[in-house]
């Protein structure tokens, strides 16, 4: 009988053991995805300076955009951001960002200019590249979540503290469309 | 589609239809070659499947005969074919397939694809369709009909492409990995790893190795259910295939109602549609239709359709435009002999300038304008000058008779074989007329001794050497006569020699160490041989004694 009970007992904390190392690679690979976005992230941050150096001359009605998108990058790139502020911070500078470049078109002389339509050109890379590092990190999540919520790890994945996660959304800043007039011209 | 259908509609009635017709009469020819070997073949075959009724009606006795004259029939309409209408029908076609390409094809192409060039003769190099990896990289491989050029921005190029292999061994079976039209097209991202896209379906044979690729799942259903992707970056793979880019494939798919394949390496789109047929093939039953001519415009353009479908001509990333693609630079050059033969259909050169620039493409050893050539040491060519003629005696009949035994040997031991082999057979189920068959042949003394065991071993072994020895001998040119208004020519144990009127039998042509005698008129690809197989020192001066012959019994002559 003690014999049967050990044995009961030997094979749940096997189930156990596989459970959880099963459960720590799904989070890791969370974990990885969203490092990659934050290479993305920063990489557009380092376009930031650029971008503001290339139009400034130029755009002085959206000098108020300029100042305001300078000042997000030092508050994103200043050391001890936690991370959650960092991404909240990325998304309203891509919105802003993607506001300024949609009213470039309303300048002949910067339209033109071969320094703003590379710099144009570099945004457009690495925001299809943060599209789809963001895409990776939702995959990754959801391979996560649906092992934390299915049988058997959901009865022991709380008390393992293996939490749900939640899937990346387009920030509201980013989903607004620029506006009309600025893109019909 | 970018073409316009009623444009092609009034090219066909304008300038192909009439094309079309004048093409006709080669269309015909080979149509009657090939009806014609069937024909030769349908008869034996007849008498073979009928021949039991007939044996009803004959005396007992004589049943066997019918079984016995239609196997040898059959042999007789085997050989019969292969020597006049192999080489004849063959030469037919790819006349007929070259002009149909040349006057045909490229005409539509030039309305479906204007951006473009076409060149039926050349195709994409092996080494990039494995580029990629994508497609199975074992067996053999052909391309042609090779289109490059750009649409908008974006260099492409795009040929028919056939790859197949076999297993081998006892049960060798035969997989077609691909077969249809495969484009090679600079894409408008960076792309640094490897990424393909395959049917969900795709069998396994098809696929190259992608053991050290990962499964990538996306986002959208329908993607997933229509194709498998596999890459060495997730990110990557998802950087490529953004949510559009998965309709506009699954759009792609649509569009082309075929398997599509494709890989992203290099940034560089790698991408096939297989359609399991031959493309851009000339009709030879019938004329071909203009269902079919429509059919080649639709093909030609989707090249338009691919590069517009996924959107490559938007250059918004920062990847440029890569032209180097266009230089097709891993490719070999093209036989210089295409050149010439393009130049012979223009129909302006006299047969005199053919000869002279097929000789020059062809190399300097063909040429007939070098000096005097003295017999080399040690050969056993006799050579016999005497007025108004010229006489060549190759020796080596020793290697003839012996040529000659080994081959009566082997057409003995396969006898004795055939024999052993049908009678083990009947031994275990029926075998019909064949079992008459091989009553009817006679026994071999020593040699049924040793094919009694393994007889069907011995069948091949004996068979497949025994022909071939037996073309050495049936065919090997022993003696060569030139006189002032023919050139005889003596081959095998045939006791007369073969005539060879002139003119046109005029040239003398030096391939791979043979030398050939040449028509005047035309060119033809199938002239006889007038030398075995020699040294090149020795065919150099054959050759050189053979066009001083021709030029002086020619000046001789009345």
Redesign the interface.
Known sequence: MLGVVALVLVLALLLVVSLYNRLIRLRNGTDN?FA?IDVQLKQRCDLIPKVVDAVRGYMTHERGVLERLTELRAQATAAGTPAADRVALDAQMGGLLKGLVARVEAYPDLKASDTVLML???L??VE??I???R??Y??AVTAYNTGIETVPANLVAGTLGFARRPLFEAGADERAVPEIGSLTR | MSFDPAAIEHLYDTVLAPKLSELEGLRHQVKGIITKAALTLAVPFLLFWFGGLIELLLPAGLGSVVSVLSFVLIFAAVLYIGIRHLIPGLTAYLNYRQRFKHEVVAEIFKIACPTAAYDPNRGIPESVFDEAGLFAARGSYKSDDLVRGTIGDTPFEAAEVGRQYSTGGKNSTTYIVFKGLFFHIDFNKKVRGTTIVVPESAPSYRLGDHGALQGVSLEDPDFEREFAVYSDGEVEARYILTPAMMERLLSLRARAGKPVYMAFKNHRVYLGIHFDRALFEPGIASTTSREAIVEMAELFALADTIVRELDLNTRIWTKDVDRSLLQGSTEAPPDPLDAVAAQARTGTLTTEQLWTAALAATGPAHAGDEGPVARPEGTSIAIARAPGSLTVAYGGTVTMIVLLVLWIASVLVSISAARAFVTAMSATMGVGPLADLAAALPAIPVADDYTASLPLAWLLGAAIPGSLLGLGWMFRVRRVEIGPDAVHISRGLRPWPRRYPRPPYEKVVVVERAVYIGRNEGLNLVNPSASPMLKADEARWVAYEMRQALRETAASAP
């Open positions: 995805a990659t144009q050109r570099s457009n890379e299809a590249q599209a789809a590092a895409r990776t939702n995959a």
